[in-house]
Structure formats: C-alpha cells, structure tokens
C-alpha cells in the first residue's frame, strides 16, 4: 500500500508564507504525476499545482506567480511554498499521487493524502 503525509500547514497572516510537504511511503517503482488540491466547505475540490516526473507543472490562474511546486523524485515528495498568501486560500490541501506505479510492469492506481488546513487570517 502507499502512502502520503502532508506536513506544514497551519495558521498565517495575509502576506504571509507557508511550506507545504508530502512524502510518499510503500513500494514505488515511479509516480507520473504528484500535486496538491484544495477544498473548502461546500466546495469541490480545485487543483493547485502539479509538477510531472519530467518537472512539468501547471498551476491554478489564482495562485500563479504566488505559488511553486517541487519535487523531490528520489525522496517521492513533493512541496508547494505558498508566498504572498491570501485570505481566500484558506483551505485544506490534499496531497495527490496519480499514476503511481508500483512496480516496472504493474498497472497504476491514484493516491490522496489526509489533508492539512491552511488558514490564512484577514
């Protein structure tokens, strides 16, 4: 089975900075694609960013130029450094792991982490 911990959210002023991180853990022989999304109550849930094996990213319009996404392939982690945050990025963020491959041949599956509130005070 795999695994993804989040780490780093908490509670910020506007203007402020945070550094989010997930690792991945279990047998993994590659991961396409890791990022993170975000949900508010009553909300879907929206992507934020998300950084290929490659190091291609895409970011959502709201966050460019505010946000940046890395990764780290040999440690399977991925991090988002959130600068300039705003009060409408309060949320919690879910790490995501698509096509995780488990092993050379294996087919893929799609994992989620836990989730880790951001909070950004006004």
Do not use: H
């Not at 460019?64 to 009060?87: E, H, W």
């Not at 087919?107 to 982490?113: K, N, Q």
């Amino acid at each position: 089975q795999v695994q993804l911990v989040e780490s780093g959210g908490g509670l910020v002023q506007a203007g402020g900075s945070l550094r989010l991180s997930c690792a991945a853990s279990g047998r993994i022989f590659r991961i396409d694609s890791m990022g993170w999304f975000r949900q508010t109550p009553g909300k879907q849930r929206e992507l934020v960013a998300t950084i290929t094996e490659g190091g291609s990213t895409n970011y959502l319009d709201s966050v460019k130029g505010r946000f940046t996404i890395d990764r780290d392939n040999a440690k399977n982690t991925v991090y988002l450094q959130m600068d300039s945050l705003k009060p409408e990025d309060t949320a919690v963020y879910y790490c995501n792991a698509d096509r995780v491959y488990r092993y050379r041949f294996s087919e893929y599956a799609t994992y989620w982490g836990r989730g880790t509130q951001v909070t950004v005070s006004s």
